[in-house]
Structure formats: structure tokens, C-alpha cells
């Protein structure tokens, strides 16, 4: 069964940094894709970066130059780094992980104030 667990959300003010956290059951390099989503109220989930098994990247175009998706093979963790926030960030990020099937975790919450 596989369980990725996201960590790092919080609450910060405009231009502030978070780095998110998801550790994944098992290998890693076992997924095709990992991804992240984020969710604000009253929107649909939308892709906010992907990295994929060779280490290539592709971003939202909302985030490129901001936030930057890195991957621990050693301890099976994705990251998400993202810088100058802004308050239109404010959502719910979640960590997924694509192999036969698009595998989630349960979301932590990014909060940005004016």
C-alpha cells in the first residue's frame, strides 16, 4: 500500500518561503511522476509542479521562477520549495505520486496574508 505523507504548511505573509514536505512509502524511483496539486476554496485542483523518474521538471506557469520541486532518493521525499509568496497561493497542497495509479496524500494547508 502506498502512503506519502505531506509536512511544512503553515501560515506566512506575502513575499515569505515555505518548504513542503512528502515522504513516500517504499522506493521512491518505484514512480513514473511525483507531483504536486494544490486545491484553494471554491476551485478546482490544479498541477503546481511535476518531477519525473530521470529528474526532469515542469511547473505551472502561476509558479515558474518561485517555487522549485526537489526529490531525496535516500529518504524517499519530495520537496517543494517555494519562495515570494503570494497571497493567491493560499491553498491546500497536496503531494501525489503516479505509478499504475495516481496515489494521494492527505494535504497541508498554505495560508499567505497581505
Known amino acids: 500500500q502506498v502512503q506519502l505523507v505531506e509536512s511544512g504548511g503553515g501560515s506566512v505573509q506575502a513575499g515569505g518561503s515555505l518548504r513542503l514536505s512528502c515522504v513516500v512509502s517504499g522506493s521512491i524511483l518505484r514512480f513514473n511522476v511525483m507531483h504536486w496539486y494544490r486545491q484553494a476554496p471554491g476551485k478546482q485542483r490544479e498541477s503546481v509542479a511535476q518531477m519525473f523518474r530521470g529528474g526532469s521538471t515542469a511547473y505551472a506557469d502561476s509558479v515558474k521562477g518561485r517555487f522549485t520541486i526537489s526529490r531525496d532518493n535516500a529518504k524517499n521525499t519530495v520537496h517543494l520549495q517555494m519562495n515570494s509568496l503570494k497571497p493567491e497561493d493560499t491553498a491546500v497542497y497536496y503531494c501525489?505520486?503516479?505509478?499504475?495509479?495516481?496515489?494521494w496524500g492527505q494535504g497541508t494547508q498554505v495560508t499567505v496574508s497581505s
Open positions: 501525489a505520486a503516479m505509478m499504475n495509479e495516481l496515489y
